[in-house]
């Protein structure tokens, strides 16, 4: 574990705190100076070019929307890029988060890497979800392209379903006016795999095995019971209800290991989760979502064997403290020059 302390404070940009406890946490268990920016409410100078922090770190999340937020998600973009310009290091800066926020952007990356997916096609008007659907294998989903904890996707079991929903107005679109139809797997052995990765390379796998007809895979501790065994819709404001969720250690295929790594590096995703299924219907794996905010599975000592959280301070600290050996070696450089 690092013991250095970064000169100047780390901000987190976020719009919810209650998943974010871990990490503060952990910054105050090691006396790390930091700092919380409600990405909810935000303004910001563009004039404004003073250095206030070592690390910018983005936590802001796509579904902010679906809590009442829905302004973060766009204004966050613009602002990262603000960050950028300044030359502070920001962990998930606007390229991953541009990457997080649409997964249309998701799938042409994982066309262009050669990673498989589940057949899909993007629409801008929902009266295209029933054209887009031609040739898929039903069960069909709709998904809105910026989504987040299982917001905004709906399954239909046929054409018919899909026409009706087309005739009543019913047919989820994105924030963006944008929308995803995508065949909708059965799962084999009933779980998903998800790949959780940190600076690029594998950090740990669990198996979510989702309640039927459920989309929201969230295995965070905001989103679960002390035991990780049940998923609380309400704190991951879905819904009220509480739905089961079993999560377990995971054994990623070694070959989706190399695929996630790949798109988290070239995505410019610091610190995310990608999600794959097995299809029960040819026994092959399809990456199906690619998160670049990573809450890490509840009480995961017990389920993964170590504290994630700890390796993400570790590596924001060492982002942190190479800022301020940078700024040194600059100030040494130029006092050398001016002798």
Known sequence: ??????????????????????LFAEFERR??????????KHVYDPSDRAKRWSLVVNRASPSAYIRGNGGATFHTL????HVEALGIPVVNGSEGYGVEISKSHQLELMEQLGVPYPRSRVINNPELALEASKGFRFPVLVKANIGGSGAGIVR????AAIQAAIDAGTIPIGLDGVSLVQESAPLRDGHITRVEALDGKYLYAIDVYPDVGSFDLCPADACQTTDGAELVRGAC???APKNGLKVT????????????????QTAGIDIGGVEYLI??????????????LSNFVADAPRV??????????????????????EIESDLLATTGASA
């Open 237 to 239: 404001a879905v819904d």
């Open 1 to 22: 574990m690092s013991t250095a302390i970064p000169t100047l404070p780390i901000a987190v940009f976020h719009e919810h705190t209650e998943w974010f406890r871990p």
């Open 304 to 325: 993964i064997g170590f504290d994630p959280w700890v390796n993400f301070v570790d590596y924001l600290v060492s982002r942190a403290t190479a800022e301020d050996a």
């Open 249 to 264: 250690k995971g054994h990623a295929l070694p070959e989706m290991i190399d695929a996630i790594e790949r798109i988290v």
């Open 78 to 81: 613009h602002w990262l890029k």
């Open 156 to 159: 239909y079991e046929s054409s």
């Open 279 to 292: 299809d029960d219907r040819d026994g092959k794996p399809y990456v199906y979502d690619i998160n670049a």
């Open 31 to 40: 006396g790390i100076s930091y700092v919380r920016i409600d990405a909810a």
